[in-house]
């Protein structure tokens, strides 16, 4: 008798297992689909309880705190990928660990000597001057997450990654909404959900690494000489951190010195937008990475144009329905509480769609060593938005549909250099990089 082959059958094995890289890839591929699904749906109920006001306050919180926990441990974490052996990994880890713990301990210092000037710049809240002095929390908790995931990279446990993913995306978003449900919303419940969620996420990493909490030995390095080997990834890579940290946080924090329930409004709009971004930018860029990486001189051009038709299809669709009809859809969905929300939403769109186009080739730079334009950039990309935000005469709203568009053209600049580079690339690619710099790299 004939066998039956086909798609779930005996003797038919699909691309995702015969390939293991792709396998990972769409392990983390749905892992990101599911936590951004969850988010969104929480966001629904989470609006009704919280005000703008609320979501404003707390939005000036998370900028403090987004802002260090892009460089809290140095780029110490992201290191722990490069080691040989798993000893000198492990130690890699321990020293992101400690530049994680002095860096929250400094966030909350920090912010008890200038507590009171945020206070009396954003909305005179008491309650923002002292839960801004337990802000070294929230560094530490999500800090360590990223830690122990790029751990779990290196040891190919992308299930693990994708399951706490999953996990954080559900339980900040769960423990929000308790909270607010029973102190009846207010800045307090929702950073008490926010870092509650957190610390469920950070356990169970725990829980699920104790090889961490092992003995290293007598063999393995030390962290001083662990922290000398790639002491050029703080360096090197550390601007560009750096430089994105301080547009994200600076954003939102000369919104929210305007009209702390415009930051709000403009926080659920940009949290919203990111689902499609990071579902269709975050699953491109994971599948052409590595074909990015392994591109020979000469095949770097067309690869980069099929990234981008590919990004451009899966893009325009969402993206041109949101900018039709985000304005009645926010208010429907969320209520008529942030009607502005739907405006904030358009605005954003002509940025977020280009920002999809520009994700997947930005490793280009990397690829090809050419990290320092991409820093030139990045500079340019965090004065113009700032730059604009700070001089502004017009309304807010006007303002934000200025900078939607501003920043959409930066980034076609920014896809324009990625396609001379490419083009240089394949004309012969570039000299290989001098000898010794593994840790810059």
């Not at 208010?331 to 994700?359: E, I, N, Q």
Request: charged share 10%; with cysteine.
């Amino acid at each position: 008798m004939i066998k039956p082959t086909g798609a779930g059958r005996p003797g038919w094995r699909g691309p995702a297992q015969r390939s293991p890289v792709l396998r990972s890839i769409l392990t983390l591929v749905s892992g990101t689909a599911a936590s951004q699904g969850v988010i969104f749906l929480l966001q629904i109920p989470i609006a009704r309880v919280y005000s703008d006001v609320d979501k404003g306050l707390f939005g000036v919180y998370g900028s403090v705190t987004g802002f260090v926990i892009t460089f809290a441990a140095l780029r110490f974490d992201v290191t722990i990928i490069m080691p040989d052996d798993d000893a000198a990994a492990r130690v890699l880890q321990r020293l992101a660990t400690r530049c994680v713990l002095v860096t929250s301990l400094l966030t909350s210092a920090v912010c008890m000597a200038g507590a009171r000037i945020l206070r009396d710049h954003y909305h005179h809240s008491g309650e923002l001057m002292w839960w801004l002095m337990g802000a070294g929390v929230t560094v530490f908790l999500v800090s360590q997450i990223t830690n122990i995931q790029y751990w779990l990279t290196r040891q190919g446990r992308f299930g693990d990654i994708a399951r706490n993913r999953v996990l954080q995306s559900t339980a900040v978003p769960c423990f929000q909404l308790a909270a607010g449900l029973a102190l009846h919303g207010g800045l307090p419940a929702i950073i008490i959900g926010t870092v509650t969620g957190q610390l469920v996420a950070l356990l169970r990493l725990h829980l699920r690494t104790p090889e961490l909490r092992e003995p290293l030995g007598a063999g393995a390095p030390t962290m001083r000489a662990m922290a000398h080997r790639y002491r050029r990834m703080p360096l090197l890579n550390g601007p560009n951190v750096f430089v994105d940290s301080v547009r994200n946080s600076g954003i939102n924090l000369l919104i929210g010195a305007t009209s702390v329930a415009a930051l709000g409004q403009f926080q659920l709009a940009w949290n919203i937008l990111q689902v499609p971004v990071a579902l269709i930018a975050g699953s491109v860029s994971l599948v052409f990475l590595k074909r990015l990486a392994d591109a020979a001189p000469g095949t770097m051009l067309p690869l980069v144009r099929a990234v981008l038709w590919r990004a451009c299809l899966a893009a325009v669709v969402p993206f041109a329905a949101l900018y039709l009809l985000a304005p009645w859809l926010f208010p429907l969905v969320f209520g008529a509480t942030w009607h502005d929300a739907g405006y904030y939403a358009r605005a954003l769109t002509p940025w977020l769609f280009m920002t999809v186009m520009t994700s997947p080739i930005s490793n280009i730079f990397i690829v090809a060593e050419r990290q320092s334009r991409l820093l030139a950039f990045a500079v340019a990309y965090c004065l113009a938005p700032l730059g604009w935000l700070w001089l502004s005469r017009l309304d807010l709203m006007p303002t934000a549909v200025v900078l939607g568009w501003l920043m959409a053209g930066m980034l076609v600049v920014q896809l324009v250099m990625a396609v001379v580079v490419a083009r240089d690339y394949s004309r012969g690619g570039f000299p290989p990089a001098p000898a010794g710099d593994e840790g810059g790299r």
